[in-house]
């Protein structure tokens, strides 16, 4: 019965202790996310697939893609999605979204296949990048 009574009292104390913490140190508010940023700022620019993130042509090997500048995404014969879909695969990660970015700056439209999954992989890579952060 004593046992129980210190716990009771150790529990009480250390609750004490804590609640005397918090209210000399309160939480800071969360500052309001601006509305373009989704508080991962490196993490949204390196991903980022819009052109506008940088003016200047970036080639990843990929030269012979230029020969489908101005063609619409459902043109591609299969041969030509197998070669826009091999350069895919073999980018580095940290590749994709500039090569994306390289792509839309050349006036490149992609095939519809290889365009979903660019976007599965870089939204991928931004859950799991999201998820690193959080842990």
Do not use: K
């Not at 660019?118 to 990048?129: H, P, T």
């Amino acid at each position: 019965m004593i046992i129980a009574l210190y716990i009771a009292l150790a529990l009480v104390i250390v609750g004490a202790v804590l609640w005397a913490l918090d209210r000399r140190h309160p939480a800071q508010p969360e500052p309001q996310p601006d509305e373009q940023c989704c508080g991962m700022h490196i993490t949204c620019q390196r991903d980022s697939l819009l052109a506008q993130v940088s003016e200047q042509i970036e080639y990843f090997d990929d030269e012979e893609l230029d020969q489908f500048r101005g063609r619409s995404a459902s043109q591609y014969s299969d041969t030509e999605i197998e070669l826009f879909r091999d350069v895919l695969l073999t980018l580095q990660p940290d590749d994709i979204a500039p090569w994306a970015r390289s792509i839309q700056l050349r006036g490149i439209e992609l095939p519809t296949a290889v365009r979903d999954e660019l976007l599965l992989i870089v939204a991928e890579a931004r859950a799991s990048r999201s998820s690193e952060l959080n842990s």
